[in-house]
């Protein structure tokens, strides 16, 4: 499984991106997708992961009510609208794929990762 996320750049306090990660390859019936981000110097963060179908969906308490996971399982592509960023929000973004298909806030869950992708968000 290969993961290619895309969508990062550079934006004002205030201002919204969206970010894309298409999955290709043999996968599980039921994997849930995620995202995570690290920032220089600090630990990977949970972002936001949902399942198939978004039955279960969930938001790392940094970004609930800002940030919008979304996926659409025909393309195995899962998207994360973010909203009002913040200068803290600034970081590299990954994708990550997990085969159990269980949403998780822990990195360790997660079998596939994205090659990660720059939010720089300016003050």
């Known amino acids: 499984v290969q993961l290619q996320a895309s969508g990062g750049g550079l934006v004002q306090a205030g201002g919204s991106l969206r970010l894309s990660c298409a999955a290709s390859?043999?996968?599980?019936?039921?994997?849930?997708m995620g995202w995570f981000r690290q920032a220089p110097g600090k630990e990977r963060e949970f972002v936001a992961a949902?399942?198939?179908?978004?039955?279960?969906?969930n938001y790392g308490d940094s970004v609930k009510g800002r940030f919008t996971i979304s996926r659409d399982n025909t393309k195995k592509t899962v998207n994360l609208q973010m909203n009002t960023l913040l200068p803290e929000d600034t970081a590299v973004y990954y994708c990550?794929?997990?085969?159990?298909?269980?949403?998780?806030?822990?990195?360790?869950?997660?079998?596939?990762w994205g090659q990660g992708t720059q939010v720089t968000v300016s003050s």
């Open positions: 949902t399942t198939l179908g978004r039955s279960s969906t």
């Open positions: 390859g043999r996968t599980s019936s039921s994997y849930a």
């Open positions: 990550a794929l997990r085969l159990a298909g269980l949403v998780s806030s822990w990195a360790h869950d997660y079998d596939y």
